[in-house]
């Protein structure tokens, strides 16, 4: 039982250059998350999925777009990558989308932006 | 929108002496609150949680948290510092998203734990 997991660990990228983040988690958990950690900040939603087949931005959607491939996997594509967006990268999954609902997160992917 | 402050962006406390961390929230409605712990360069785990029912809320590895409703805070607390403590601690509340009534998490900055020995 591995959780969540994310890959790629490190990315380095130049301006301009698109990739995607991946994410599964096994855990069979309905709700989706990504999110991103920059010093001082604390965490900041990007995008959620409550359930397969839907997403919702969250509070720093630009210059982001998301995929709920099936209930498994939420990916996060960056088209043109920005030094702002140099960040580390969360992706979290919980059993539900509730209030009072632990999310567990994956291990993250550390963004540089040149 | 709720929102959550830390007091303290860095606290030292010495190896055996009380870890006190604070975190005040916001809310419109009776909140769920959470602590996690972020280890160096790993994912964020889940120390505790307050849902409902008792005020005094305890965790993994001897850290536990009182829900305060009338100070509007859920200060953590471990009475002894461990050197194995030494990471990054993050107080969210989970807020009612506008429209479709879903959830989110707002996290406060969070507070680096240094443990001297």
């Known amino acids: 039982n591995a959780g969540v997991t994310q890959t790629p660990k490190f990315q380095v990228l130049k301006t301009g250059q698109s990739m995607t983040l991946q994410c599964a988690q096994d855990m069979n958990h309905n709700s989706m998350y990504w999110y991103r950690q920059d010093p001082g900040m604390g965490l900041r939603l990007i995008y959620y999925s409550a359930s397969e087949g839907t997403t919702d931005k969250g509070e720093v959607p630009n210059g982001y777009n998301v995929s709920r491939l099936n209930k498994r996997e939420f990916s996060l594509r960056l088209e043109s990558a920005a030094p702002s967006q140099t960040s580390v990268y969360f992706c979290?999954?919980?059993?539900?989308?509730?209030?009072?609902?632990?999310?567990?997160f994956g291990p993250g992917t550390r963004l540089t932006v040149l | 929108a709720q929102s959550v402050t830390q007091l303290g962006s860095h606290v030292s406390v010495s190896e055996g002496a009380l870890v006190l961390l604070r975190c005040n929230y916001s809310s419109s409605v009776p909140p769920y609150l959470f602590w996690y712990v972020q280890y160096p360069n790993q994912g964020l785990q889940l120390l505790l949680k307050y849902t409902t029912g008792a005020t005094l809320v305890k965790g993994i590895n001897g850290f536990e948290a009182e829900f305060k409703k009338s100070e509007t805070s859920f200060h953590l607390t471990k009475p002894s510092a461990h050197m194995s403590d030494a990471a990054e601690y993050f107080c969210?509340?989970?807020?009612?998203?506008?429209?479709?009534?879903?959830?989110?998490?707002?996290f406060g900055k969070g507070t680096k734990l240094s443990v001297i020995p």
């Open positions: 979290a999954s919980s059993e539900q989308d509730r209030a009072n609902n632990e999310q567990f």
């Open positions: 969210a509340v989970s807020d009612r998203r506008s429209g479709a009534g879903s959830y989110q998490l707002t």
